[in-house]
């Protein structure tokens, strides 16, 4: 019996589920397959913790279900592992330095946003967590464009990239930072952007691990910065893009929820 308005009720109840899809995977694993849709953000695979088997039994699935597969803090063991496990017609690619494997089908294609999301990094044992967070704002399809090494031991080293960032019309700048954790805030007091303070735990003695520079970027006088958990590069891309990818939105279609 066809009842008016029941079919569209159940189309309707369809989508919701398809928003919320959670695959259950043998007893160790929910994939939410349906976050890319529902905020905009692809679901990361954290390796660590995990066995390298484990992850690459999540990893191919992933790809079955959705195209791709973002697994981040990964090693060579696990590497090796997602590449034995995966299918036939998928591309590999992994970044030692930033520890993140990529797993895609050869169809998957990433839509470009228009947003632009500029890094900063105050030294070079930071690249690793800004390389980190450029990966997920750019699967999230974002643009990007990093400077390294412009910390404040050497502050005449900021100016020049962050003219080319704001040149370039940064919608957001991650600033990533060990130590003191100063340069997000120096950053914060100049430019009229977003910005993301990102600690990482490349320090050592009184405040060793990150600490300083979390309680330092948390303590800042400079309005208009955020801060993330130390080492967090993974959110620190995901709010980044986030941002930017709203404001590519916009600037593409002239509204903040494209056409």
């Given at each position: 019996?066809?009842?008016?308005?029941?079919?569209?009720?159940?189309?309707?109840?369809?989508?919701?589920?398809?928003?919320?899809?959670?695959?259950?995977?043998?007893?160790?694993?929910?994939?939410?397959?349906?976050?890319?849709?529902?905020?905009?953000?692809?679901?990361?695979?954290?390796?660590?913790?995990?066995?390298?088997?484990?992850?690459?039994?999540?990893?191919?699935?992933?790809?079955e279900k959705t195209g791709r597969a973002i697994v981040s803090r990964a090693d060579k063991t696990c590497l090796r592992l997602v590449r034995s496990r995966a299918r036939h017609g998928v591309n590999i690619n992994y970044s030692?330095?930033?520890?993140?494997?990529?797993?895609?089908?050869?169809?998957?294609?990433?839509?470009?946003?228009?947003?632009?999301?500029?890094?900063?990094?105050?030294?070079?044992?930071?690249?690793?967590?800004?390389?980190?967070?450029?990966?997920?704002?750019?699967?999230?399809?974002?643009?990007?464009r990093a400077h390294y090494d412009v910390g404040v031991a050497g502050l005449h080293r900021l100016f020049k990239p962050l003219e080319d960032l704001l040149?370039?019309?940064?919608?957001?700048?991650?600033?990533?930072?060990?130590?003191?954790?100063?340069?997000?805030?120096?950053?914060?007091?100049?430019?009229?952007?977003?910005?993301?303070?990102?600690?990482?735990?490349?320090?050592?003695?009184?405040?060793?691990?990150?600490?300083?520079?979390?309680?330092?970027?948390?303590?800042?006088?400079?309005?208009?910065?955020?801060?993330?958990?130390?080492?967090?590069?993974?959110?620190?891309?995901?709010?980044?893009?986030?941002?930017?990818?709203?404001?590519?939105?916009?600037?593409?279609?002239?509204?903040?929820?494209?056409?």
């Amino acid at each position: 019996m066809d009842v008016p308005g029941f079919q569209g009720t159940l189309r309707e109840l369809r989508r919701k589920n398809n928003l919320l899809a959670v695959k259950e995977l043998a007893s160790f694993a929910k994939l939410d397959i349906g976050r890319q849709i529902r905020k905009g953000i692809p679901e990361v695979i954290l390796a660590e913790g995990k066995s390298p088997e484990d992850v690459a039994e999540i990893a191919r699935a992933m790809v079955e279900k959705t195209g791709r597969a973002i697994v981040s803090r990964a090693d060579k063991t696990c590497l090796r592992l997602v590449r034995s496990r995966a299918r036939h017609g998928v591309n590999i690619n992994y970044s030692s330095r930033s520890r993140i494997i990529l797993v895609k089908s050869k169809a998957f294609r990433i839509r470009p946003s228009g947003g632009r999301v500029g890094i900063l990094t105050a030294g070079t044992s930071d690249i690793s967590v800004a390389n980190e967070a450029e990966v997920v704002a750019r699967e999230m399809g974002s643009e990007t464009r990093a400077h390294y090494d412009v910390g404040v031991a050497g502050l005449h080293r900021l100016f020049k990239p962050l003219e080319d960032l704001l040149t370039w019309d940064s919608d957001v700048i991650l600033v990533v930072a060990g130590r003191e954790g100063a340069l997000p805030t120096v950053v914060a007091g100049i430019v009229d952007v977003p910005v993301v303070g990102v600690p990482t735990s490349k320090s050592y003695g009184f405040g060793e691990k990150g600490l300083a520079a979390l309680a330092a970027m948390l303590q800042s006088c400079s309005l208009g910065m955020s801060v993330v958990n130390i080492d967090g590069g993974v959110g620190a891309g995901a709010v980044a893009a986030m941002i930017a990818n709203r404001i590519g939105q916009a600037r593409k279609y002239g509204t903040g929820r494209g056409p």
